[in-house]
């Protein structure tokens, strides 16, 4: 009987690198694919380096490697998205759309058309079991400080059923050190932190160069009651709950409590005017399971490396969910997830629209 | 067994290729000493020059070795042009050309790049506009490598000398698969490779016309008559000399065979999958070796995986560093869609190739899009 079929998502990174590592160790018919996503030279990731990186994991693992360019899918799916939403006030999360349109998706149809069974990538996320059902779900990975769930809370059941997460149940530290066993070239490669495509994690920066001047608009920076307190030069620069950056003079701390891109209008306000009950999330997606109902105690994670904040979860029309804060909360910030855990396990999410007011 | 069907990206060492370098390895000296060591390889390096020399009905003396085509394109363009010259070349010629001349247009020079209709042919009426213009330097391939269109370079060096024009032509596709005979042609400059045509890579060479004022790019010493300084690669030369006597001697019957198995091919994929498409020209104008297909629907980079996890060797369009092709430019050239130019598969045979691989290969590929469909549809 000839071995099932893995494409592995090969980033030229050490995650990716083990997890690849693991497939050839059980046995599978192992195929590394790097993506081209981000033009050469822009940013973090996708440079040469990176794919001869990859190129020479797979060499020594003794599996074919290939590149695909999805430059174009990714533009349009992830980068000009991620201009039109700082534009639009909001503060995007691209490596979420980036599995769920590009990894997930696209990459996965053609690992299929590529004959393999399954895909593979170097995230840390684990795939538990529904007890009841047996279903596949998706769990926060053993290391905590890693756990990457949150950038994954699209996958359902379906996607789950042909996703291998192989180093999930490690920590970063295993990982490494198994590299290293291994002689993988990459085992003392730095971590990408950034968001890949966007040089040096200035995204101000990133979304000026790349939108049109017409669509940057100075305004005014207002305090809950109306009065202007400065200026800004385009609300594409803020995201609620920043603090710095405002150049308000003195005076008590600031932070970004709204943005108003339709007036242009950003609207700060001190620490005791900061409580927030809840959020709207849209868009949402529960994995095969359907809605939770009001009455469990649930846990929603609102940022990448928050921790999660104990809620109720109401589902309300048009995939649309309120998530209101046991206690009151952070602030939350407009086209960031909201990622809904029963403990270790990720039953859901979308995309926070607004607070619950 | 794999099969190889990727020869325009760089043939493999031929037997006798391999025979003569490995005779080489036990010399050793500098050509340019003159001790007896030193005059051993330099005749050796000699009687490569005469080789290379009869493949295309030239004197030795004309023949600059130089690293690949790619340098005697680049030293061709940049060697005669000077700011302000016109230089007239096509839309579909080699990086190796293209970029010396957007180089060369970016510090002041006139460039016209010649269109190609939807089959890869050359428009005459535009180069017949374009020689008037008394351009400094005509540069046009005497064969594509990605869909195998062969160019009346002899037509075209007519045009161009009549205005006065140098006449270049980057053979190194035609070598082995076509008669090149540098009289006939009427061109000054020549460029060829010898890893496409079984001597190792890093090889190649540029014929000169006595007379044609080209500058040299690497200077620092006496070798090559003052045109190409730097010791000369000794093993790569000698592969390239025993590879391009092998080519003279045996081009009638391949080119004959590797015709008749390339429409073989044609044929069995066509029969399995009657709805593949066939770029660039057919008949005389095309080489006889390259394949260039197209499967509507299909992304190239599934189906050349594919073929290559079922052993069987091909590419899309030219090889590339990233191992992911931009769209071909020559597709692009011939009015295709940047997907299209993305998915045209590019199957070049070379005269070691049997029917049997040929058979295998085209089974391959029919399984390959056969399961692409599959999966599309379902």
């Not at chain 1, 809840?278 to 529960?286: C, K, P, S, Y």
């Not at chain 2, 940049?78 to 579909?92: K, N």
């Not at chain 2, 374009?130 to 391939?141: G, K, Y």
């Not at chain 2, 592969?239 to 044929?267: I, V």
Request: hydrophobic share 45%; aromatic share 4%.
């Amino acid at each position: 009987m000839t071995a099932e079929r893995v494409v592995v998502a090969m980033s030229g990174g050490v995650d990716s690198a083990v997890a690849a590592a693991r497939c050839v160790a059980a046995g599978y018919d192992v195929v590394g694919v790097s993506l081209r996503l981000a033009p050469h030279g822009t940013g973090s990731c996708c440079s040469l380096d990176d794919f001869h990186d990859a190129a020479a994991v797979a060499d020594r693992l003794g599996i074919a490697h290939y590149v695909f360019d999805f430059r174009d899918l990714f533009d349009a799916s992830v980068v000009q998205p991620f201009v039109a939403e700082y534009l639009a006030g909001r503060t995007p999360n691209p490596c979420a759309r980036c599995n769920q349109t590009v990894k997930f998706d696209h990459l996965w149809r053609r690992a299929r058309e590529l004959g393999a069974q399954h895909l593979a990538t170097g995230h840390y996320a684990r795939i538990g079991r529904h007890p009841g059902s047996g279903t596949p779900m998706l769990r926060s990975a053993v290391d905590p400080t890693k756990d990457q769930t949150y950038f994954l809370f699209m996958l359902g059941s379906r996607e789950l059923e042909r996703t291998l997460f192989p180093v999930g149940d490690s920590t970063k530290r295993e990982v490494r050190a198994e590299a290293a066993r291994l002689d993988l070239p990459v085992a003392d490669k730095p971590d990408s932190m950034e968001v890949c495509f966007v040089p040096r994690g200035d995204a101000a920066a990133f979304v000026e160069r790349e939108a049109p001047p017409a669509s940057r608009r100075p305004g005014p920076i207002v305090d809950g009651a109306g009065a202007v307190l400065g200026r800004h030069e385009g609300v594409h620069r803020f995201t609620v709950g920043q603090r710095r950056g405002l150049q308000l003079g003195g005076g008590p701390a600031r932070y970004v409590r709204r943005i108003d891109a339709a007036a242009g209008t950003i609207v700060v306000a001190t620490s005791s005017d900061l409580a927030c009950k809840g959020l709207i999330a849209e868009d949402v997606r529960w994995n095969g399971f359907g809605a939770p109902s009001p009455e469990q105690r649930l846990a929603v994670r609102i940022r990448h490396r928050h921790a999660a904040i104990p809620c109720s979860v109401t589902a309300v029309d048009r995939g649309r969910a309120r998530i209101a804060f046991e206690e009151p909360g952070p602030l939350v910030t407009p086209g960031q997830a909201a990622v809904v855990y029963d403990g270790d396990y990720v039953l859901g999410g979308g995309w926070i629209a607004g607070e619950l007011t | 067994m794999r099969v190889y069907l990727d020869y325009n990206a760089g043939a493999p060492l031929r037997a006798e290729v391999h025979a003569a370098v490995g005779r080489a390895m036990s010399l050793c000296g500098n050509p340019s000493s003159g001790h007896r060591e030193g005059a051993r390889v330099r005749r050796c390096i000699e009687e490569a020059r005469a080789q290379v020399a009869a493949l295309i009905g030239a004197r030795p003396p004309d023949v600059v070795f130089t690293s690949g085509a790619t340098e005697g394109n680049n030293l061709a363009l940049d060697g005669l042009l000077s700011p302000g010259d016109l230089l007239v070349t096509t839309a579909v010629e080699h990086a190796s050309v293209l970029a010396p001349a957007a180089a060369f247009e970016a510090m002041g020079g006139r460039v016209v790049r010649l269109p190609v209709s939807s089959d890869g042919s050359l428009d005459w009426r535009h180069a017949a506009v374009a020689c008037e213009e008394r351009p400094r330097l005509v540069s046009i391939a005497l064969a594509n490598g990605e869909i195998g269109a062969v160019y009346d370079v002899a037509k075209m060096a007519a045009l161009a000398r009549a205005g006065g024009a140098h006449v270049h032509t980057d053979a190194a596709q035609a070598a082995g698969r076509l008669v090149i005979d540098v009289a006939a042609l009427g061109v000054d400059l020549l460029s060829l490779s010898g890893h496409k045509i079984g001597a190792p890579s890093g090889c190649g060479a540029l014929w000169m016309r006595p007379g044609v004022p080209v500058r040299a790019a690497i200077r620092g010493g006496p070798q090559e008559r003052d045109r190409r300084a730097g010791t000369e690669n000794f093993l790569g030369i000698v592969g390239f000399g025993a590879a391009a006597e092998l080519a003279a001697q045996e081009l009638a019957s391949t080119a004959a065979r590797m015709r008749r198995l390339r429409d073989l091919l044609w044929m069995l994929l066509r029969d399995a999958l009657p709805d593949v498409e066939r770029n660039g020209p057919t008949g005389l104008a095309l080489l006889p070796n390259t394949l260039n297909v197209t499967m509507p629907g299909i992304a190239g980079e599934s189906l050349l995986v594919l073929l290559d996890l079922g052993g069987v060797a091909a590419s899309l369009g030219s090889a590339c560093a990233a191992g992911s092709p931009e769209p071909s430019h020559v597709l692009l050239a011939m009015g295709a869609s940047r997907d299209r130019a993305r998915a045209g598969l590019r199957l070049s045979l070379g005269p070691e190739t049997t029917e049997d691989e040929i058979r295998r290969a085209a089974v391959v590929i029919t399984e390959a899009v056969r399961q692409i469909r599959r999966e599309a549809a379902a």
